[in-house]
T-cell receptor
Framework: DVKVTQSSRYLVKRTGEKVFLECVQD?????MFWYRQDPGLGLRLIYF???????EKGDIPEGYSVSREKKERFSLILESTSTNQTSMYLC????????????FGDGTRLSIL | GQNIDQPTEMTATEGAIVQINCTYQ??????LFWYQQHAGEAPTFLSY????GLEEKGRFSSFLSRSKGYSYLLLKELQMKDSASYLC?????????????FGKGTKLSVIP
């Protein structure tokens, strides 16, 4: 079974803090993704990566950056948090084949006070 | 761009059958996924369709019509544990790889 592990399940931070959300997958997947999920808005793609050192902006990249230094690890960075970044953050990975689904981590519920 | 529409909410009775529809407009279509997501949990994979027709997996079936840009997920013999959000996602080719776009999900409530 594919395992996607996110570093924290719940996180509370104050506005202006720098936050790192870590994600590790154990299936040697090339593609990794960061989403946020908010009521009524569904899953929105923040950033994705096709391979090590590669990154692409998703639909809502503003206020976020990412790092993919190793194939198994994809980090989401919030440089200076704001209250509108309070959300559920989901990491996912998948192989390159078209018929392969994304596998999600358990999510990090981030609250910015 | 990619556009996916699903009903926001549905309610059905335990033991009944429910059909959750999904319509999409996309270029470079390469298949459609259905996911189940229980409240507070991550989405989990249910099915993948790339050819027209019905794919059956136990109590769950998924249908695709590429010419109509339409899919549905059929849940039979509903159980209370089927109360969840169901996400439709289209995979398409673009930017050098396959990408997924998710619908906003349909929240299904199963009542006794």
């Amino acid at each position: 079974d594919v395992k996607v592990t996110q570093s924290s399940r719940y996180l509370v931070k104050r506005t202006g803090e720098k936050v790192f959300l870590e994600c590790v997958q154990d299936m040697d997947h090339e593609n990794m993704f960061w989403y946020r999920q908010d009521p009524g808005l569904g899953l929105r793609l923040i950033y994705f990566s096709y391979d090590v050192k590669m990154k692409e902006k998703g639909d809502i990249p503003e206020g976020y950056s990412v790092s993919r230094e190793k194939k198994e690890r994809f980090s989401l960075i919030l440089e200076s948090t704001s209250t509108n970044q309070t959300s559920m953050y989901l990491c996912a990975s998948r192989s390159r084949q078209r018929n392969q689904p994304q596998h999600f981590g358990d999510g990090t519920r981030l609250s910015i006070l | 761009g990619q556009n996916i529409d699903q009903p926001t909410e549905m309610t059905a009775t335990e033991g009944a059958i429910v059909q959750i529809n999904c319509t999409y407009q996309t270029s470079g279509f390469n298949g459609l996924f259905w996911y189940q997501q229980h409240a507070g949990e991550a989405p989990t994979f249910l099915s993948y369709n790339v050819l027209d027709g019905l794919e059956e997996k136990g109590r769950f079936s998924s249908f695709l019509s590429r010419s109509k840009g339409y899919s549905y997920l059929l849940l039979k013999e509903l159980q209370m544990k089927d109360s969840a959000s169901y996400l439709c996602a289209v995979i398409y080719s673009g930017a050098g790889s396959y990408q997924l776009t998710f619908g906003k999900g349909t929240k299904l409530s199963v009542i006794p």
